[in-house]
């Protein structure tokens, strides 16, 4: 099933077009951003290969829902929900250009990612991965009912913490 298009109060989710390139490249390479996101900021070669991808690989062989996300027609940040072996479950990602932040946006693309994973998906529960130091999104998703499962000691002696949201029963 491809990558369908959500909308929330604010914000439009819909599948990557070409054109969202520069856009992309440019929010997973910000230093500010991408601090929490994996081994840190991508270079622009890296982001941008990881850009094609979203073609080529993960639209092209329908692996997993990912988002580039909108506000007012503008891009302003990354969406996805897939399955990870990390987790053994299905996991939320979700990056938003600075000039986003602070406007409560991230609240609202994490319950969308959430209801949709519940509602779409049909998950018994949805995961999320965060850097112990990113106490804003560990706050974020406490707000919207995550809990902490567990740790995973990394490599390079950070720990990420393993968050998750039962669904609740209707």
Do not use: C
């Not at 479950?89 to 949709?116: M, Q």
Request: overall charge negative.
């Amino acid at each position: 099933m491809p990558t369908p298009v959500l909308r929330t109060e604010r914000l439009l989710l819909e599948p990557y077009r070409p054109d969202d390139a520069e856009d992309s490249i440019a929010l997973l390479t910000d230093p500010e951003v991408g601090r929490f996101m994996g081994d840190g900021p991508l270079s622009a070669e890296a982001a941008g290969a990881l850009f094609g991808r979203i073609f080529t690989k993960v639209y092209a062989e329908d692996l997993f829902d990912v988002w580039a996300v909108r506000r007012d027609g503008r891009y302003v940040g990354h969406a996805e929900i897939k399955r990870t072996d990390q987790v053994d479950g299905h996991e939320i990602i979700y990056a938003l250009a600075k000039p986003a932040w602070g406007a409560g946006l991230g609240t609202e693309l994490a319950r969308a990612l959430v209801r949709y994973g519940f509602d779409t998906l049909g998950l018994p529960r949805v995961y999320a991965t965060v850097a112990d130091a990113n106490h804003a999104s560990l706050s974020l998703l406490g707000r919207i009912g995550f809990v902490h499962e567990r740790d995973i000691a990394e490599d390079d002696g950070s720990v990420t913490r393993v968050l998750v949201v039962d669904h609740a029963p209707a």
